[in-house]
């Protein structure tokens, strides 16, 4: 299982950014999605997840109302769409596969989440 997060860059204060997980050879269908993110010198944070099945999603109390991760089947691909982007939200941005309900991400153990492979940079400067 690897998974390949994409759409990292620079953006502005107040922009946004529109980051994709993709995966190869394996259906998205059947894994909850969890995002995570970690900045130079600091602990992985989780962003979001969406589970597998009924498309309940979690947030990070960070990112609440802020950001929305969203499933495309047909794509196989998961989004996560940032919006009033802040610098604080700088970090190398991960998604990786949890189980069904979003339980590892829920007890905030972002170790044993599988199939994360290289993130995508986002970097909010003015």
């Known amino acids: 299982v690897q998974l390949q997060a994409s759409g990292g860059g620079l953006v502005k204060p107040g922009g946004s950014l529109r980051l994709s997980c993709a995966a190869s050879?394996?259906?998205?269908?059947?894994?909850?999605i969890a995002w995570f993110r970690q900045a130079p010198g600091k602990e992985r944070e989780g962003v979001s997840c969406?589970?597998?099945?009924?498309?309940?999603?979690y947030y990070g109390e960070t990112v609440k109302g802020r950001f929305t991760t969203s499933r495309d089947v047909a794509k196989n691909t998961v989004f996560l769409q940032m919006n009033s982007l802040k610098p604080e939200d700088t970090a190398v941005y991960y998604c990786?596969?949890?189980?069904?309900?979003?339980?590892?991400?829920?007890?905030?153990?972002?170790?044993?989440?599988?199939?994360w492979g290289q993130g995508t940079l986002v970097t909010v400067s003015s």
């Open positions: 990786a596969t949890d189980a069904p309900a979003c339980t590892l991400y829920r007890a905030g153990d972002y170790e044993a989440l599988d199939g």
């Open positions: 050879g394996f259906s998205l269908d059947s894994y909850a």
């Open positions: 969406i589970d597998s099945s009924e498309g309940i999603t």
